[in-house]
């Protein structure tokens, strides 16, 4: 598992799990789907985000293709940093 996989994965259970049940979130389950977070919570990821790797991430980014998983999140966040 990639080092950015693992930071989404303790962030997502620290603050939307409260530390539990992060061994039955897969790395593509759909973090709305599973009820993991709420319209809310898309927004404190994107702040968690936009701290720890630097970048904005932009209104048209803000799909589900870039943030509703831990594989879609990574892989976002692999391509803004990479340019």
Known sequence: ???IKIKIREFIIENFLFGEGGEELKDDDSFLDKGVIDS???????????????????DDE???ENLDSINNLAAF???KTSK
């Open 1 to 3: 598992m990639s080092d």
């Open 40 to 58: 809310t919570g898309v927004l404190e990821l994107v702040e968690w985000i936009e701290d720890n790797y630097q970048f904005k991430i932009e």
């Open 62 to 64: 803000l799909i589900p």
């Open 77 to 79: 966040i692999a391509k």
